[in-house]
């Protein structure tokens, strides 16, 4: 099964209710999955005549208490983005798939991962977060599909799901495990105020104080997410670990592929292999940082350079944080980036 | 073990396809296997290869520039060859390429396989393929017959194509036989 359509699986099987979207290659299966199964199976699927609607439609759907879900890479992400601001301060739960393309602009349709910044820091207006799950194999885009429904109706808050064009059209076996998904009370949706006070959904306030208000309470919120939601995966990880490779999704199962290479020769190297990329593990990374001061961190990105930001600020010392990084949809070989490790005498 | 081939031809051979057959034939075998396909803007007669990787262990990268098996199906596939591993397998559908040699890569265990006198006694030109994918399973013992078997036409019947099970089926076996 493609990475996408185990995505789009999973969705279901978490009981999605409602998905907008519009075509984007390399994310195109997801609705062309949906658009064959959801129907069938009880859900809503729309088309949409664009991102922007696609986006506003889960933002009403989720309003409206479904468990709603939208997809698209580079460009369309854009498009959505003043929407996402608004579902942010709205306190709504969705799941949107940003399955990563070659940028900026029109770009190309290879894999990167240079929508980073725009995903994990923002992308729209204003002080808000959103969970940010990376899977890097096919099983886990299934896995954390599911559970993506589940964090987005417990903290009622947008979840991404941020893959690559790798993940998104590479082909393995998955276990469809049957599992009932964890649905939840939603007694502030607006499903018809007949009998009970209304519900009001409003991401907008003119009283400064009352904003103010608000965004305390967005990031009270937050920072409970950070305390609890800090998902990542340690390999070979010991004292005597010479360098800790970091990444995530497909740059994160290719540093599998390093390591392996490395131990027949010789060579200590570790991995820590990002899943949440909001909330981020700034703690464990500082941790290791500390207690293994001679170790060294190389992150491997499809991108300039933008995770690497904050490994630096985790790890506090520049000096210890080396980057790779390929773009425009090339991705790295394990063979180019062990020679990277050995050229610059990392390990 | 970990294992990788290249198929690399033109939009239209069908080289999307036979990976798929023999990356489903892996998993039968309850091996981990990743399948990779060129994806975009292809076309028939456009650039179209895809990577399989086969392992007793977790997968890490999918992406393989130096693939252990290279099936060349025709003349500008034979750009991969510089970057198959010491000492790996080429086969050549020679009756599309200039070339029935690798260069200086005197390495390389070459299999060239005259597809055109085959496809005319099978009376279609469709199924290169599969003749080449059954060359590929004889010489290297990966995965049996039986169960790629199994999964050409799990493959045939998904897509709607079971009627040409039948031909597909005889190609493996020519090529299966032909060495």
């Known amino acids: 099964m493609k990475g996408n359509e185990a995505i789009a699986e999973a969705a279901i099987r978490a009981g999605l209710n409602f998905y907008a979207g519009y075509p984007i290659t390399p994310a195109t299966e997801i609705l062309e999955y949906l658009a064959r199964h959801l129907p069938v199976r009880g859900g809503v699927f729309v088309q949409a005549a664009s991102e922007i609607e696609a986006i506003n439609m889960v933002y009403g759907a989720a309003a409206g208490g479904a468990r709603a879900m939208t997809s698209s890479s580079g460009p369309g992400m854009s498009l959505k983005m003043e929407c996402i601001s608004y579902i942010a301060l709205a306190e709504l739960p969705c799941v949107i798939v940003d399955i990563m393309r070659g940028g900026p602009g029109l770009g190309d349709i290879q ?40 964090l987005a109706d417990r903290w009622r808050i947008p979840v991404i799901i941020l893959g690559d064009g790798a993940l998104g059209q590479v082909k393995e076996g998955v276990d469809l495990y049957d599992k009932a998904p964890v649905l939840f009370e939603k007694p502030w949706a607006l499903s018809g105020a007949k009998g009970r006070k209304p519900n009001k959904i409003v991401p907008f306030n003119l009283e400064a104080l009352e904003l103010e208000k608000m965004n305390l309470a967005l990031q009270n919120k937050y920072r409970a997410i950070e305390a609890q939601e800090v998902r990542f995966e340690n390999v070979n990880i010991n004292s005597k670990t010479k360098l800790i490779v970091v990444a995530y999704g497909t740059c994160g199962r290719i540093a599998k592929s390093i390591i392996k290479m490395a131990v027949e020769k010789g060579l200590d190297i570790g991995l820590i292999r990002l899943i949440s990329l909001w909330p981020f593990p700034h703690n464990e990374i500082r941790y290791l940082a500390r207690n293994f001061p001679s170790t060294k961190f190389l992150v491997v990105e499809m991108s300039a350079g933008q995770m690497v930001e904050d490994v630096r600020l985790s790890v506090s010392d520049d000096t210890r944080v080396s980057f790779f990084g390929r773009m425009g949809g090339v991705v790295p070989a394990p063979e180019e980036i062990l020679r990277e490790i050995e050229r610059k005498g990392l390990c | 073990m970990l294992k990788s081939i290249i198929i690399a031809g033109a939009g239209g051979q069908g080289n999307i396809f036979a990976g798929e057959v023999f990356a489903v034939a892996v998993l039968k075998e309850n091996k981990n296997v990743t399948f990779y396909p060129s994806y975009g803007p292809q076309m028939r007669g456009g650039k179209s290869t895809c990577t399989v990787v086969i392992s007793d262990e977790e997968i890490g990268s999918p992406i393989v520039n130096t693939p252990d098996v290279l099936i060349v199906m025709n003349e500008p596939s034979f750009d ?23 260069g200086e890569r005197k390495d390389l265990r070459i299999i060239n396989v005259n597809t055109a006198p085959i496809l005319e006694k099978l009376n279609s030109p469709k199924v290169s393929n599969m003749i080449l994918l059954g060359v590929y399973l004889k010489a290297t013992g990966i995965v049996s017959m039986e169960n790629t078997l199994a999964a050409l036409k799990e493959k045939l019947e998904e897509e709607g194509k079971g009627k040409f099970l039948e031909i597909n089926r005889q190609a493996l076996m020519v090529g299966y036989n032909l060495f």
């Open chain 2, 80 to 102: 991969f060859i510089k970057n198959v591993r010491r000492d790996g397998l080429v086969i050549i559908n020679s009756s599309l390429t200039k070339y029935h040699d690798c």
């Open chain 1, 111 to 150: 894999p990167a991962q240079s929508d980073y910044f725009q995903i994990v820091k923002g992308g729209g207006h204003g002080d808000y977060r959103l969970i940010v799950l990376a899977p890097s194999t096919v099983q886990e885009a299934y896995d954390l599909t599911f559970e993506s429904f589940l």
